[in-house]
């Protein structure tokens, strides 16, 4: 949005030789939102850098050690609103040590110096100290009307009072979602009832935090924009008082059913009529009827964490035509499937995770497959996200999905280890169709088994990947040709994260070189030399090379062998950076180049 | 391994107030109806203390040249309602950062918007109104609705504008605009690096 020239009204005429006004070139570029319309504006001449520079209202840095703040400040320090992301990825899965970097404290010291209009702080994957939201809050805390520590640790619940006390006037959203935090009391949550009017978000799902439901009731009293409000475990029973009084609430998530089966301690729970989203823990067949009221006009339903079985999901969903996201575990099954296909022609997003391994724990019927996607593909033409484990799959599921799903850019698809035996392998083809049919397609995960992709499977890949910005490939190709013709295409593609596969550290490195747009690369489980100085392959300016040596230490969760022996494989994460060799590197992390 | 999603998180748009200025009640409005609330029912008379709004505005160009325009159109910009307003009796008001073809446009426009129904949805005339006026004439009209503090002017004209550069690629907005590139070879390519590698695309 903008409209408003920078501060004051100035009579300006100043002009330059291309006869635009200065005050118009702003006011224009405040229109220009997406990051890459202002890369190109950025690009035109000089004055037209400038202007960008001090108008451009939000920055994503993907990785906090390819600028330095300082490098950032110089260039954008107008800034309203900023997102820095630190760990890999793959630190999702515990792969990544847990010192590997990402330290939040030196970009903080830069936003409570030179950032004066930041508005909005958003950290992923990073780890942020007390005295860094001291630190923080004192310099900005006036202004901040968002702060999102998304998926962060290193600070505990002193941190949250500060920013309670220090942000009560203009903060509208706090978000915390998977953050590990260290509960010393739950003063934050009183302090912020007591202290802010203005909150319309608050999230702290899947922490570990306790709270009282009390404050929550105040904190709905006092806010009465609350619109979002995600938490930690605690029982619905007692929210009752907190639902009455929330009338504004559109989202909730978190809150469980402790008791299952013949109970009656959940009939008073009544949810806010606005309710638009919701997801509940443990919500069980017994469970369901208090949602009922709900269902016709839901558009977010996430089932991640329930207790429901195949029948139940059908049951709940066709109730529900209005959604438009929908998450679930795959003991939803292909029949849960074709009911969602029948029933939700609105739906946008559609995540199914992978359920328990453990046998007598799974639904029978708790299957995804070839059958499931492609009345997906049929009935859902919206979809935009598709991500599912599946336990099967066949080339015409995948070429439906090309067919039919038109609007998709995001697909990932993961292949269960269980089922000895896969329909119909290998996917070269359907992959090849999916990829010429989903033209929008942006981000894209493949993670099969050996035999799941050919090379001549990995080159289609390559060729008809065009705006493909992400990939995650898990177990493709058969040898180091494959992954040379892969990297000859993929015109577009900015981050490669790979699994399990079978090419040498050399082939590995030439790919790096080859691929045009590539500035992040992440491997694990590869074909690694004796020395690891094959990787040197790919040194050059401006391009950090980190290798984490294998960590036999690492405890395997999944049951499954093949999974648990790339685990505690070694890792290649490298990435271009303006800001050169790291400072921080602890010794689970060797640095190759710079070295 | 899974595909635990990494996408972008949308960020929160601060939201814009659009406030109307309500016109002052009329003071003889105001004094007649705390009469009628009392206990009298005698109509007493009220004496205005105010002049009375003009009909008509007078608005001065850069050059001085005049435009007579109706109240209503000249108050969807802030500086001429204020003038008004605030009974300054400026009148014409002087707009001394804005030349006469500018103005004529804007007063154009207004008037159209002013005349439209309710709910008549006027953006293939804005389209079409925008899309007949040269780059130069366009951006001028721009810097103008932001001097005047017009909203209606300023939003629309820089969303044409900001379209159009839209999807472009950078030789193509400055073919467009006949903008010499004014960086050496080598800066060119170390800030195309810049953007690419450290700012998410």
Redesign the interface.
């Known amino acids: 949005m903008g409209g408003e020239v920078l501060d004051e009204r100035r009579l300006r005429r100043s002009v330059s030789s291309d006869g635009i006004p200065d005050v118009a070139l702003e006011c224009v570029l405040g229109y220009v939102d997406d990051p890459r319309d202002r890369d190109a504006v950025s690009l035109v001449c000089r004055r037209w850098y400038w202007v960008d520079a001090l108008t451009r209202k939000h920055v994503t840095v993907a990785i906090c050690y390819s600028a330095t703040p300082g490098m950032l400040c110089r260039r954008f320090n107008r800034l309203e609103s900023l997102k820095l992301k630190g760990k890999p990825r793959a630190a999702m899965f515990n792969l990544i040590p847990e010192d590997w970097g990402g330290y939040a404290a030196p970009w903080i010291a830069e936003i409570a110096v030179a950032f004066q209009c930041l508005k909005s702080l958003h950290l992923r994957r990073m780890i942020v100290r007390d005295a860094d939201i001291e630190v923080l809050v004192k310099a900005r805390g006036h202004m901040l009307q968002s702060i999102k520590l998304d998926k962060c640790s290193g600070f505990s619940t002193d941190a949250l009072k500060l920013i309670a006390r220090s942000c009560s006037r203009c903060l509208r959203t706090l978000f915390l979602e998977e953050s590990s935090i260290t509960d010393n009391d739950s003063e934050w949550l009183h302090e912020l009832a007591v202290n802010n009017t203005v909150l319309a978000t608050l999230n702290f799902y899947m922490t570990e935090l306790s709270i009282l439901p009390k404050d929550l009731e105040l904190l709905a009293r006092n806010c009465r924009s609350l619109s979002s409000l995600k938490i930690s475990e605690c029982d619905l029973s007692d929210l009752v008082d907190f639902f009455q009084t929330a009338t504004a609430l559109e989202d909730f998530g978190g809150g469980s059913f402790n008791d299952q089966g013949e109970t009656n301690r959940y009939d008073r729970v009544i949810f806010p009529s606005r309710l638009r989203c919701l997801g509940l823990n443990y919500m069980g067949t017994n469970e369901m009827p208090t949602i009922f009221r709900l269902c016709a006009a839901l558009k977010k339903l996430d089932l991640q964490y329930t207790f429901l079985s195949t029948e139940d999901h059908c049951q709940l969903i066709q109730r529900c035509p209005n959604l438009e996201i929908l998450e679930v575990r795959n003991v939803i099954g292909d029949r849960g499937l074709e009911v969602v296909a029948e029933t939700c022609k609105k739906l946008q997003r559609l995540r199914i995770e992978r359920g328990d391994d453990e046998p007598g724990l799974q639904d029978e019927q708790g299957r995804v497959s070839q059958v499931g996607l492609s009345a997906l593909a049929l009935g859902c033409p919206e979809l935009e996200y598709i991500a599912v484990y599946v336990s099967d799959i066949t080339n015409s599921a995948l070429e439906s999905i090309g067919t039919y799903s038109k609007n998709l850019c995001d697909f990932r698809l993961v292949l269960l280890d269980r089922e000895e035996r896969v329909t119909d392998l290998p996917l070269d083809n359907g992959v090849r169709a999916l990829l010429r049919g989903c033209t929008k397609l942006q981000r894209f995960a493949l993670y099969l088994r050996p035999g799941g992709l050919s090379d001549v499977g990995l080159s289609y890949l390559g060729d008809y990947s065009n705006n493909i910005r992400y990939m995650l490939l898990g177990n493709v190709g058969e040898s180091d040709l494959g992954l040379m013709h892969f990297a000859r295409g993929c015109k577009n593609l900015q981050k490669l994260e790979l699994r399990s596969c079978c090419f040498s550290e050399h082939a590995l490195a030439l790919a790096a070189l080859k691929l045009p747009s590539l500035r992040y690369l992440w491997v694990q489980g590869y074909k690694a030399s004796r020395t690891g100085y094959d990787l040197m392959a790919m040194a050059r300016p401006y391009w950090n090379i980190e290798f984490i040596p294998p960590r036999p230490e690492i405890y395997d969760h999944a049951t499954d062998d093949r999974r648990a022996c790339v685990d505690s494989q070694a890792q290649i994460l490298s990435y271009y950076s303006l800001a050169g060799k790291r400072t921080d590197y602890p010794e689970s992390v060797i640095p190759l180049y710079p070295s | ?9 949308v ?4 939201a ?1 107030d659009t406030e109307m200025l309500e016109l002052p009640k009329d003071p003889a409005e105001v004094k007649a109806s705390e009469f009628i609330k009392g206990e009298s029912s005698k109509e007493i008379p009220v004496e205005s203390q105010q002049p009375e709004l003009p009909e008509n505005v007078v608005l001065q160009s850069l050059e001085k040249e005049e435009f007579i325009i109706k109240l209503a159109v000249g108050q969807q910009s802030e500086i001429i309602k204020n003038a008004i307003l605030d009974g300054r009796g400026e009148n014409p008001v002087p707009l ?2 804005v030349s006469a073809p500018i103005l004529a446009k804007a007063i154009e426009f207004w008037k159209r918007h002013i005349d439209a129904a309710e709910g008549e949805d006027l953006t293939e005339w804005d389209k079409a109104f925008l899309g007949d006026l040269s ?2 004439v366009l ?2 009209l ?2 103008a ?3 005047m503090e017009s ?1 209606s002017l ?2 629309c004209t ?2 044409f ?2 379209d159009i ?6 030789e193509e ?2 073919d467009y ?7 050496t070879e080598e800066e ?1 390519r170390k ?11």
């Open positions: 391994m899974d595909m635990e999603d990494d996408t972008v998180q960020r929160e748009n601060s814009e001394l950062n780059q130069e951006f001028e721009a810097a609705a932001n001097y909203k300023l939003d820089c969303k504008i900001a550069i839209k999807e472009m690629k950078v907005v400055r605009f006949g903008i010499e590139c004014d960086f060119e800030m195309r690096e810049d953007n690419a590698w450290a700012f998410e695309q």
